[in-house]
């Protein structure tokens, strides 16, 4: 069991930058893959980016590929994203999520992940 704890959210102009983390407790952080979702107001929950239980392996969204960079410290039971080119359609909460699994499969749906923090929110102002 992992549980996960999300920061570094904030307002923002467009065309800036934020860093998010996602920090984990327990032992074994390096035994889940990640992600991160968010989720606009009156909107479903969206997967963003993912990265493998080793970090060798990302995936992203169309939406922010190029944009956004997501990495993961598993000495530091941290994980990242790094967030360029900020526009207002990215204003939302952040999610990161956890799922147990050391494989090369892309979960991108919210519902297969088993593990969530309580979100941190991000303001892209115009």
């Known amino acids: 069991q992992v549980q996960l704890v999300e920061s570094g959210g904030g307002l923002v102009q467009a065309g800036g930058s934020l860093r998010l983390s996602c920090v984990g407790s327990?032992?074994?952080?390096?035994?889940?893959?990640m992600a991160w979702f968010r989720q606009a107001p009156g909107k479903e929950r969206e997967f963003v980016a993912a990265?493998?239980?080793?970090?060798?392996?990302?995936y992203y969204a169309d939406s922010v590929k190029g944009r956004f960079t997501i990495s993961r410290d598993n000495a530091k039971n941290t994980m990242y994203l790094q967030m360029t080119s900020l526009n207002p359609e990215d204003t939302a909460d952040y999610y990161c999520?956890?799922?147990?699994?050391?494989?090369?499969?892309?979960?991108?749906?919210?519902?297969?992940?088993?593990?969530w923090g309580q979100g941190t929110q991000v303001t892209v102002s115009s």
């Open positions: 999520a956890a799922i147990e699994y050391n494989g090369s499969y892309y979960y991108t749906q919210a519902w297969e992940y088993d593990y």
């Open positions: 327990g032992r074994t952080f390096s035994s889940y893959a």
């Open positions: 990265i493998s239980w080793s970090g060798g392996s990302t």
